[in-house]
């Protein structure tokens, strides 16, 4: 199923200069970006878009993490784009990520891991319109398309 899933590439990826190798693993896999920002997110943002984990342990770590530096943050859509972007992120902890995954590759710790996927088309919805208004997501044909989607 066509689906559209929000990835957040955290301060540490921003600040080691991985947007770019983090968006080309994207486009490579044949996602289409629909939408893309550089974000300051604030205290109030990150606690709203971390409202799951309130209360645990990491939870003001999280937050003070998030809002150490600009982000990245970004649609992309596809077919199963939600398992698809989880898969090529890897594990949360990057010590138990696959080699070749996105947290595999540029992380050792847990909690500076690079980037953020939704968990669901649920939460996808839910955090894209945290971080997007609807006229900042684009939707476009592609030529290559029939070439990626079968
Ligand atoms: N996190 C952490 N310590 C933990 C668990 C999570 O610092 O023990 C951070 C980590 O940055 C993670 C985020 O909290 O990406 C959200 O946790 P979640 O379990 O939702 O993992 P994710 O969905 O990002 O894989
Ligand atoms: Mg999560």
């Known amino acids: 199923m066509r689906e559209r899933t929000f990835v957040l590439i955290k301060p540490d990826g921003v600040q080691r200069g991985l947007v770019g190798e983090i968006v080309r693993r994207f486009e490579n896999r044949g996602l289409q970006l629909v939408a893309l920002k550089m974000v300051r997110i604030s205290k109030a ?8 984990h309130k209360g645990k342990a990491f939870f003001e770590g999280l937050v003070e993490y998030v ?14 784009a939600v398992a698809v972007v989880r898969k090529t992120m890897g594990a ?4 138990k990520a696959e080699p070749g ?12 891991n690079v980037i953020h996927g939704s968990d669901s088309l649920e939460s996808a919805k839910r955090e894209a319109a945290l971080f997007f208004r609807p006229d900042e997501i684009h939707a476009y044909e592609r030529s290559q398309d029939a070439w990626i989607h079968g």
Request: glycine share 10%; charged share 25%; aromatic share 10%.
């Open 45 to 52: 943002l990150a606690e709203e878009y971390y409202a799951e």
């Open 67 to 80: 809002t150490s530096g600009p982000t990245v943050a970004m649609l992309w859509e596809g077919d199963n």
């Open 92 to 95: 949360t902890d990057p010590v």
């Open 101 to 112: 995954t996105i947290r595999a590759d540029f992380g050792l710790s847990i909690g500076r």
